[in-house]
């Protein structure tokens, strides 16, 4: 089991930028898939970005494309999720989970751990 902590969320103004951090330990960080999903209030969790074992490949949804953009830093054991251009449609709690095997990043039910979550709100 990998343990995951995020931090970095807060309250920014739209078109306002935030780092989010996903601290892990328990297991060799490198052996897992990134990915980062939201859940706002009154709907589902969505996914938003992932990032491959070593970085080589990153995924981001549509609705963030060009935004966003998941990376990590193994030696640190901690992934990251840079937003820019932050819209006020952005707000909800972000999680990082932790996937051992390869591909359907953007499922949550392929992901076996999960942070407790941070908000980020975005005000217009």
């Known amino acids: 089991q990998v343990q995951l ?3 970095g969320g807060g309250l920014v103004q739209a078109g306002g930028s935030l780092r989010l951090s996903c601290a892990a330990s328990g297991r ?3 052996n897992y898939h990134m990915g980062w999903f939201r859940q ?3 709907k589902e969790r969505e996914f938003v970005a992932a990032i ?3 970085g080589g490949s990153s995924y981001s949804a549509d609705s963030v494309e060009g935004r966003f953009t998941a990376s990590r830093d193994n030696a640190k054991n901690t992934a990251y ?3 820019n251009s932050l819209k006020p ?3 909800a709690v972000y999680y990082c989970a932790a996937k ?3 591909g359907r990043y953007n499922s949550p039910t392929g992901y076996n751990d999960w942070g407790q979550g941070t908000q980020v709100t975005v005000s217009s």
Do not use: N
Request: charged share 20%; proline share 5%.
């Open 5 to 7: 902590l995020e931090s």
């Open 28 to 30: 060799t960080f490198s």
């Open 40 to 42: 706002a209030p009154g």
């Open 52 to 54: 491959s074992r070593f």
């Open 81 to 83: 999720l840079q937003m």
């Open 89 to 91: 449609e952005d707000t």
């Open 100 to 102: 051992y095997y390869s």
